[in-house]
């Protein structure tokens, strides 16, 4: 678990620990439980794929995914639809870096407490459409966890990004 974690539903340090997981003394949700799959697999064992997306498809996009392939080897490719272009990077990831970030999106981000859909309070503000973001974490064909909203993100958003901003860098080659 986190050093010193906050709580992915409410934002707050305030959390203990009990037995295996984690619980916020301020919204008295628990998180941090082993995430495991439909068949009881740790998840950062069960993971096969993952799908984000950042963007809209009229003024641009980003994109990212990353498969693993029945022989075990691992490909990712990101690419930047902006503007009708797209620039694209194609690479194998290794078995150790893909095990790090499932290991980090499960065990430090605590994906799977993550809310199923995040959108804005209706304060009376226009709502900026492109920014939409989509992130998708697939297990098999019939098992996937898709994380979505609209201008509105999860409490760990930043080190969300901060793990994926190496493949993003690729572009910038």
Known sequence: ????????????????????????HTCHMDFGRPA?????????????GLRYRYGDWLSGSVHLRIQEDHDGSCLFEVYDANKGGV?????????????ML??????????????????????????????AWELTVSV?????????????????????LKLIEPYFDALKK
């Open 1 to 24: 678990m986190a050093k010193n974690p906050v709580c992915p539903h409410c934002g707050s340090k305030d959390v203990y620990a009990v037995e295996s997981y984690l619980h916020c």
């Open 87 to 99: 620039d694209k990077v194609a690479d194998v990831l290794s078995e150790k870096d893909w095990h």
């Open 36 to 48: 495991v799959s439909d068949d009881g697999t740790l998840m950062v064992d069960a993971v096969k």
């Open 102 to 131: 499932k290991e980090a999106l499960f065990d430090k981000l605590y994906v799977m407490d993550w809310d199923r859909e995040y959108y804005p309070v209706n304060d009376g503000r226009e709502i900026m459409a492109n920014n």
């Open 140 to 160: 098999s064909d019939d098992e996937e966890y898709t994380f979505k909203g609209v201008n509105a993100y999860p409490v760990y958003w930043k080190e969300f």
